[in-house]
């Protein structure tokens, strides 16, 4: 059984920078796929970063040059600097066995956390 549990969101001015984990225990070395997702208040679900097992990883437009994935034995992680208020959300990471080819919405990720909230003021 995969289990991921993240940590590191907070409160931070706009400009500033957070350092999101995702420490997964059970099998992640067999997720191909992990990524970061967030969800605001009345919006729909984004994926963010992916990172394959492979080393290579996907962004979202929203999000590329300021944000930055990666993984090593068991963690997931999410540098975010420069942010901004409307990068404010409830972030989740997620694992899926399968290849990611292109980022989805949460589509075939069958293992989530519990989310870690991150308020970004202006």
């Known amino acids: 059984q995969v289990k991921l549990v993240e940590s590191g969101g907070g409160s931070v001015q706009a400009g500033g920078s957070l350092r999101l984990s995702c420490t997964v225990s059970?099998?992640?070395?067999?997720?191909?796929?992990a990524g970061w997702f967030r969800q605001a208040p009345g919006k729909e679900r984004e994926g963010l970063a992916f990172?394959?097992?492979?080393?290579s990883s996907i962004y979202a437009d929203s999000i590329q040059g300021r944000f930055t994935v990666s993984r090593d034995y068991n963690t997931l992680y999410l540098q975010m600097n420069s942010l901004k208020p409307e990068d404010t959300a409830m972030y989740y990471c997620?694992?899926?066995?399968?290849?990611?080819?292109?980022?989805?919405?949460?589509?075939?990720?069958?293992?989530w956390g519990q989310g870690t909230q991150v308020t970004v003021s202006s």
């Open positions: 997620a694992a899926r066995a399968s290849y990611c080819s292109t980022l989805t919405t949460g589509t075939g990720f069958g293992y």
């Open positions: 059970g099998y992640f070395s067999r997720m191909s796929c």
């Open positions: 990172g394959r097992s492979d080393g």
